[in-house]
């Protein structure tokens, strides 16, 4: 996120912004009223999504759910626009073996399959018809939907915000002249608050004191723990600490680029450059050449990218290599046995 650059143009996206939020308000209160429907699905629905443009880390919880789920024998399924893709319409990715790319499902559905083979993926730009698809070929426990907090055309039973702890907000202001997707109270909707990455700010007390103006739902604390380097063509595992010292090129396209940087630096890499691309970028072959002709500028071995990135660079770069990543809870992981429903 660039605020320098933000910043100099807030006075012009400012008019945007008022606009931006008063259509959100107009259109929040067409559903409160029921002029707008929503629609009910035949299993529960918990929704997984974010108040804020991207970054927050939404993908790693909803997949460490369907873990939670499946760790206790109940299936789920999963409801995803596939932002990012090129094709249309809708598709059911319900084999373990599916072979799709992500220009067909998207990147975060695909790398959401690759974590939870077992577990069935409707991709529908119309949410509630992904879940009618699948009920019809199977029963679920729930339904896990993806960046669902805007959705609304779907009756949701939890609706979890998940917010970086290190930066909930961005800046205060409503898209275009902030990172805001909606006014701050909206998250009185929310029955759970889940923030990432706490140990990424220095003064997450205070950060939580703050917020718990606009919400009084539970709060849930969690980090992201680097596991190991892999391979793209998973042809090789190294631990973690692997790479330290070593000189390395890296490259990310996430919505918060500057949170991979932090973890390689943590992990005491001898980062020679680092690339950002737009988020959901499709790496073309001459992105890939450029990466490597700068990796051989500066004289290293090792291209590192993300886990979201390396889905999308198996026949392009299986040379190169990723950080795997978990979502680990550092508090209140005994709230989502309360919440969650169907668990027993």
Known sequence: MNFSKLKRLMPLLLPLSWVYGGAMLFRGFLYDFGILKSHQAQAPVVSVGNITAGGTGK????????QFYAERGKK???????YGRKSKGQILVTGEHASLAPEEIGDEPCLIHRELKKIP???DKIRWKGANALSQKMTVAAFLLDDGFQYRAIRKQVEIVVLDAAQPFGN????????LREPIRSVKRASLIWFTRVNETDNFTE???RFSRYSRAPMIESVHQPLEFRRVDESRVEPKEAFSGEPVVAFCAIGR???FRRCLNQLKLNLRAFREYSDHHLFSEKDILDIKNLAKKKGVRFILCTEKDAVKLQKTAPDFWYLKIAVQITRGEEILLDLLPNLS
Do not use: D, H, K, Q
Not at 172 to 179: D, N, S, T
């Open 59 to 66: 993908t790693p919880v909803l997949i460490f759910l369907g």
């Open 207 to 209: 950060t939580a004191r």
């Open 121 to 123: 993926i409707a991709v």
């Open 172 to 179: 205060l202001r409503l898209l275009p002249a902030g990172f």
């Open 76 to 82: 789920v399924g999963i409801l995803t626009r596939g």
């Open 257 to 259: 680029p500057e949170s």
